[in-house]
């Protein structure tokens, strides 16, 4: 009774009653309150050096792809064509090593002529740039003249041997050939030794280097990218004859013209237009069989015009 009054006073303290299943009830809901939160850190837990180190190195990558991103981005958007000439390059060999690609900008910036497009030279590299372009294959012009010479006697015709011969020897003297001219000859390029399917491998590198394509592939490919390159360049010949060349602005009719073996970076816009005409006229009448001959035009129609020879 003694015990029994003792617990109800207490109870009566607390404002409650307490029972043993009551209390065992409360001990267990502070077991599960003290494991859902955690034991009770310690003042002196921190983490590891290595730990601070990997947490840095990640917080930096992952600045370096949003800023990256965001680079990627605004270069689409307001350069696209840049852009894709960027990605070609991070895609290519020069992005293999870690962080290469930060050197397109510099490389391009080095080597503009190699790696930039025309669309991004400025007005005075378009000048430079394409003077040394046309050096370059202008080195080939004596060669294919020498080339000429040496297959004349090879030719069965007595008339057209003599025709060619004039013809070099003309414009190793500095004359512009006439139309006429060179039209005589449409016989001498259809078969052995100027024939497309005649000319041999020093003689087609040397027209490779004369028309800006690389003269390194074996013969049969030389053979076959001279023949593919005329014969874009004679049915491009032919829209252009249906079109007119007045219908082309001054832009058009100097790429034209640089396309067909004339520099005419320092040749004023009419004389471009003539110099076109005469070639139109003599790429519109040969046939597929004499396009070696429209092949060899870019050297003897070219060489001597305006006194461009040097």
Known sequence: MALSRVCYARAALWGSAVTPGSFV???????????????????????????????????????????????HRFLGRHFPRFYVLY??????????????NYLVFLLMYLFPRQLLIQHFWTPKQQIDFLDIYHA????????????????TPLISDAGLQWHLSEMCTKIQRGIHPAIHDILA???????????????????????????LLTPYLPPPLLRHRLKTHTTVIHQLDRALATLGVAQLTAQEVKSACYLRGLNSTHIP??????????????????????????????VLLSTNYLGTRR
Not at 43 to 70: Q, R, W
Not at 87 to 100: C, E, L, Q, R, V
Not at 273 to 298: D, P, Y
């Open 136 to 151: 370059l294959r202008k080195q080939s012009h004596s060669e294919i003249m020498s080339y000429l010479e040496r297959v």
């Open 185 to 211: 000859l449409r016989k001498c390029f259809c078969n052995h030794p100027l024939g497309m399917n005649q000319l041999q491998a020093l003689h087609m590198k040397a027209l490779s280097r004369a028309m």
């Open 87 to 100: 990605t070609i390059f991070m895609k290519g060999i020069i992005s293999i090593p870690p962080f290469a």
């Open 25 to 71: 009830t409360r001990r267990l809901q502070l077991g599960r309150s003290v494991l859902a939160w955690g034991a009770p850190r310690s003042s002196k837990f921190h983490l590891s050096p290595k730990a601070d180190v990997k947490s840095l190195m990640s917080y930096v990558v992952t600045k370096t792809k949003v800023i990256n991103g965001k680079y």
């Open 269 to 298: 816009e009419d004389r471009c237009r003539s110099w076109l005409g005469e070639w139109l006229q003599i790429s519109c009448t040969l046939k597929e069989a004499e396009l070696s001959l429209l092949l060899h035009n870019v």
